[in-house]
């Protein structure tokens, strides 16, 4: 049973409900003929239909216009979920979960109306068990929300992607940040969910009230959820592992000379076996930006964002191998931050690069990029990413949770210039294509000679023309 949400990237609409498929027919006017039966269940003031309210739920952060749904209802608790969502399965009408807006890819669109799930004030934080290191929160809690009220606790919860985002919405879009190359992504730290099926079935992944650390008995349904992006269900509870806040935490900033320079570093620190909490990449463009948003004054040439976690003792060792490796690659100018001011202001610059990189052009729009390829690939695809942009004159600053082989180009454009447009997106699909070739490449050897490996020549025959200039 699969609860069909529109994502921009998709052109098809086909919903599959109770195991049969069966293609959107609902007709002008289905709207409209349940919107009492919506409000039977979250009364007037949990149903609207206001302009403003829909276009707010209708778009994100992203570049992608505004696609409002027909109606936002503001749910209570999952019973309401529930109620709702039967009367939509009923009606075939398409069901957009919302959590707080803060997603880049324009998923929340609502390309054919329907009804948007806006889940805010379901935002209770509840069963925390502090022996067992895990909490269970409800929707409209979000990351920065849950360390407030675990802060007299000595735990946290690291997921980090900058923004102060819904942690059920961290879940449905797996998201990582700038600690996953410790602690890693959501995948990692999800234990149980609670979702709402599209006929309105509760269903609970890991069984109702367990937190299992580890679990060989059944399907791992929690993972299928995680990162499922609303397809499959609305996420109504969700049960996440907590750690210990490390006792000593030590930022840096390291200057570099060239972008292979300071993504050699990034490779050759985790090599080492360093163990490093954060390790983020901005290029040249990005510093920049940041300076420039933050009032701030770091040299304009690709840097590192470090920081460790750990005892005093063994944070030492750390810093001392790191700062060895930085200098043979040529690294300048660090900048420590121990204090947790000083962290959080070096932090924010670069949490706030996403509107860094937008004010770099006043007016125009962002469009980010997401690739993630083995480490070892990482110093050649962004070198070669880095000499297309300028290239093309696209103004795409870099930035990236390089510590797991992942990185963005916040492209800055014009929407309204069709050139521009046609060179981003030319260059995107570049981008796409060249990512593909090296995870052909890399299977290449191991399939060799195999059935897989030939039809892999055939598809690295098929795209290298459209990214000759690569390496």
Request: aromatic share 8%; glycine share 8%.
């Amino acid at each position: 049973m699969i609860l069909f949400r529109q994502a921009l990237r998709f052109t098809s609409r086909l919903p599959f409900i109770c195991g049969r498929c069966r293609t959107y027919s609902a007709q002008v006017g289905s709207v409209e003929r349940v919107i009492s039966a919506f409000r039977s269940v979250s009364g007037d003031e949990g149903v609207s239909v206001g302009s403003a309210v829909r276009e707010q739920h209708g778009r994100d952060e992203s570049v992608h216009i505004c696609r409002p749904p027909d109606v936002v209802v503001f749910p209570r608790s999952v019973e309401e979920v529930s109620a709702l969502a039967k009367i939509c399965h009923h009606h075939q009408l398409p069901m957009i979960p919302f959590g707080t807006g803060t997603g880049l890819e324009g998923g929340v669109g609502a390309l054919k109306g329907g009804v948007c799930f806006s889940l805010r004030k379901m935002e209770q934080v509840l069963d925390l068990h502090q022996e067992d290191f895990d909490v269970t929160v409800e929707p409209g809690v979000t990351r920065k929300g849950l360390n407030s009220y675990l802060r007299d606790t000595g735990l946290w919860f690291p997921v980090d992607p900058g923004a102060d985002a819904s942690l059920c919405g961290m879940a449905a879009t797996s998201a990582s940040g700038t600690n996953a190359v410790r602690y890693g992504t959501m995948r990692e730290n999800v234990l149980n969910l609670e979702v709402v099926l599209a006929d309105g079935t509760v269903l609970h992944t890991a069984g109702k009230g367990r937190r299992p650390r580890k679990t060989s008995a059944g399907y791992n349904l929690t993972n299928l959820f995680v990162g499922s992006e609303g397809t499959l269900g609305i996420i109504t509870k969700a049960t996440l592992r907590l750690y210990g806040i490390p006792e000593s935490m030590v930022s840096a900033v390291c200057s570099f000379p060239s972008v292979q320079s300071a993504v050699d570093s990034t490779v050759q620190i985790l090599q080492a076996g360093v163990s490093i909490a954060r390790i983020e990449f901005l290029d040249d463009v990005m510093i920049n930006a940041c300076n420039r948003f933050n009032n701030l004054s770091y040299a304009v040439t690709p840097t590192l964002f470090l920081e460790f976690h750990g005892s005093s003792k063994s944070m030492q060792e750390q810093v001392s191998i790191t700062e060895e490796i930085t200098r043979d690659n040529g690294g300048s100018d660090f900048a420590w931050a121990e204090d947790e001011e000083t962290r959080g202001r070096l932090w924010k610059a670069r949490h706030d690069a996403w509107y860094a990189a937008l004010a770099l052009r006043p007016g125009c729009k962002a469009y980010s990029t997401d690739v993630c390829v083995p480490i070892s690939r990482l110093p050649q695809i962004i070198v070669e990413t880095k000499e297309d942009l300028i290239r093309n004159n696209i103004t795409g600053p870099i930035a990236g949770h390089v510590g797991d082989g992942n990185f963005h180009c916040l492209i800055v454009l014009d929407p309204n210039d069709p050139d521009e447009v046609q060179r981003v997106h030319s260059f995107t699909e570049r981008l796409a294509r060249y990512f593909y070739l090296i995870q052909a490449f890399i299977d290449n050897d191991r399939h060799r000679g195999s059935s897989v490996w030939l039809w892999k020549q055939a598809q690295i025959i098929k795209v290298l023309p459209a990214v000759s200039h690569y390496g």
